[in-house]
Nanobody, 122 residues
């Protein structure tokens, strides 16, 4: 299974970006998926998850109300990021969960993408 994340870039504070994560195999269609991020000098942290049916989502408190996770029938997962802040600057990673639900725990995920860099200027 391969995951390809894209959509990162440089944006000013208050702007928006939409990240995409394409999964190479449909075996992920029954799996939860998640987005995590890692800022320079910091540990990887949970951002958002979505269950395999797309009906259940969960967000880190720091992004609630600003980010939206979604997925389509091709198993592409999206992260719409609005009202971006400089503290959102990080490499963003998508991941496929071991089961049908997502989790804030990175250990729950079995496959990871290569990451896409988001830089928010003040």
């Amino acid at each position: 299974v391969q995951l390809q994340a894209s959509g990162g870039g440089l944006v000013q504070a208050g702007g928006s970006l939409r990240l995409s994560c394409v999964v190479s195999r449909r075996t992920s269609s029954n799996n939860g998926m998640g987005w995590f991020r890692q800022a320079p000098g910091k540990e990887r942290e949970f951002v958002a998850t979505i269950n395999w049916r797309g009906g259940g989502t969960n967000y880190a408190d720091s992004v609630k109300g600003r980010f939206t996770i979604s997925r389509d029938i091709t198993n592409t997962v999206y992260l719409q990021m609005n009202n971006l802040k400089p503290e959102d600057t990080a490499v963003y990673y998508c991941a496929v969960a071991r089961g049908s639900t997502g989790s804030p725990n990175a250990e729950w995920y079995q496959y990871w993408g290569q990451g896409t860099l988001v830089t928010v200027s003040s």
